[in-house]
């Protein structure tokens, strides 16, 4: 069913979609600072995939970089519509909604931000389920639609077209070299189909998703219960039914790096219940992997998401601190995000992890929440 | 007045446009490979600029990389007919005629690539004058026709178009940044222009002055005549009128690295007249600045050239030897190369010399050739 979002929607959004971010994705606060600023008393149309008609044609906006620079170098908020005006002029049509490619952190927000400007609406899905740190790790690729022509546009009205045919592993590589030199942020439009490639490929309904998980968290805490229990509840009627908590502790140490448009790094949690025991998490961008004593307790693409302790608020990779008192949830993700060819796309080994992928649910982590 | 290249010409153009090259602009007998290929037993129009109607559509192609790459890397051949194609569709206007971007190197012979393959005329004028390592560095640019939109062809079909309005620089440093990841080479079409403004920007008739230059040293050294005096006597008549002798020596010593995509390095030359002095030249790409006992004698944009010392045959940076003997000549450039305008674009301060641009004719040189 299709919704009304405005502005007063927005800082749920926000919580919701940083969790989905699973440690990176960006800040979602700033998107949703450019979409507040653009959307002011106005609401923006969200699709519900199922009432696009099957040729309505669809371009999705994002932005790409690492998240360390996008805290420090805060958009213009013109250059992701820009950059779906330069692809339509390419492609020779307008579009009739644009999407997420991901929807978690502030990718959720960058299509608001173009939907405002431009009133188009919103198509409530996404193409990763969760934040991921490459172009190419999309369902759509997965399941044959490709990124090509991608429309990239720069903060001083620089606009790129990339077209790599199917091989969208080189278009990353391409578009993160024109990004570097961007100074580490571009706005993009690519993944250009039509309503009923939507429906085949997109991970469906991720956007209200986010903002039912950042509501969620909010009421539990205003009532005083569990934001936990919520969190649970929240995604039990969901395609990402199961929720684990895979600890709770302290960060004893974080380090991390920005090397080739990534924050690459490796974070350690001492358990509450067994100081002595390491829980340790890897991240590009996102948490990839998280082990205890040396086990694997989740990896990619599950989600993995570290929160404060008490409050449940999503805590990012760039936001992590020695002393922190955490938890740290794991939740599984759809069936279409771990066929073989999804795994091939954005699995363990995408990301030169030796580990197999083994359903969160199915580790050995600590009992359903 | 327009005339027919055939393959006999190429052995002579690309003596030639080694020379223009001025130690870069990468090696022409490689290109001439490609253009033989496609050529066959036929024969390219090549027409002078004043024979180009005013409202005539000109899309110059060329190559971008480093030099020291593209000898071990060589091209398909078919990626410059790819870009000009990829422009030609973006632009929504199919060319007329190519033209050489860059007179001297191995961007010589690429839009002659293209002229066989599509059986456009080239026109006889470049936007160079000589090499230069940086896309920005055009005298179409000095003169108001803008590089944007750049189209940009790899060797696995990658079409990348790049559009930074008036801002050529940003334009070369996002292009240079597909280029490296594309593995060294890229090719590409830009300044797309009409006739009047070839006429207006362009520096006239160097592709033939490169096959002249090249012929008259082959046919001095058939006659067993001074191939210096016939480089001299070719150039008299041109825009480049002024040729002096810099040094005649050794080669003692060489530096050369590839880094960000560039050649970059210095030469050291023991005068035979004077060894305990030395001469030194420095490049990027191209030789930049020459001084005998730390004194200038030549500068960019004057063409510094390395030749052998009895054959005249050109030496690039990449085949500068110790031992060689060799001479160095340094030669004028047309005076719209020379203006406060050009020299912003190419002169000393482009490349970050302190010296002031001085006239090779006017400099503490050897006496006129």
């Known amino acids: 069913m299709s919704w ?14 940083t969790l989905l971010g699973t440690g990176g994705g960006g800040d979602p606060y700033i998107g949703s600072m450019l979409v507040r600023r653009v959307l002011g008393d106005g609401s923006i149309t969200v699709l519900d995939p199922e009432d696009l008609d099957d040729d309505a044609f669809v371009i999705p906006t994002a932005q790409m970089g690492a998240p ?7 958009p213009a908020g013109t250059e992701p519509t820009l950059a779906l005006r330069t692809l339509e002029s390419h492609l020779g049509r307008a579009a ?16 608001l931000v173009v939907a405002a400007e ?7 899905a996404d193409g990763m389920g969760r934040a991921f740190p490459e172009l190419s790790m999309e369902t759509f690729a997965v399941y044959g639609v490709h990124g090509s022509p991608l429309a990239l546009a720069g903060e001083r009205g620089e606009r790129v077209i990339i077209d790599t045919g199917d091989d969208d592993r080189q278009m990353e590589w391409l578009a993160r070299a024109v990004t570097i030199r961007l100074g580490g942020v571009g706005h993009i439009a690519e993944y250009a189909m039509s309503g009923a490639e939507v429906k085949r490929t997109a991970v469906p309904r991720t956007l209200s998703m986010a903002l039912a998980l950042g509501r969620a968290i909010r009421l539990a805490r205003e009532a005083h219960t569990s934001p936990f229990d919520a969190i649970a509840e929240t995604l039990a009627p969901t395609l990402y039914s199961h929720v684990r908590e895979l600890v709770v502790g302290k960060v004893t140490d974080v380090e991390r790096r920005t090397t080739e448009g990534f924050a690459k790094g490796r974070a350690a949690i ?14 590009q961008n996102e948490n990839l992997i998280a082990r205890r004593g040396g086990e694997l307790v989740a990896i990619v693409p599950d989600l993995i998401c570290v929160v404060d302790h008490e409050s449940a608020e999503p805590i990012t990779t760039e936001g992590l601190r020695y002393g922190q008192r955490v938890r740290v949830l794991g939740i599984s993700t759809p069936a279409m995000m771990r066929t073989a060819g999804a795994l091939a796309a954005f699995g363990p080994a995408a990301f030169g992890l030796d580990e197999e992928f083994v359903p969160v649910e199915a580790s050995r982590a600590m009992p359903h929440l």
């Not at 360390?68 to 805060?74: A, L, R, S």
């Not at 001492?270 to 991240?283: N, Q, R, S």
């Open 270 to 283: 001492a358990p509450l219940d067994a100081p002595e025991e390491t829980f340790e998490i890897l991240f």
């Open 68 to 74: 360390t620079v996008m805290v420090e170098k805060i």
């Open 4 to 17: 009304q979002l405005t502005a007063a929607d927005l800082p749920d959004l926000a919580r919701g979609a």
């Open 118 to 124: 431009t009133g188009l609406p919103v198509v409530d």
């Open 96 to 111: 009739d909604a644009t999407m997420p490619i991901e929807c978690g952190g502030i990718n959720s927000m960058i299509p």
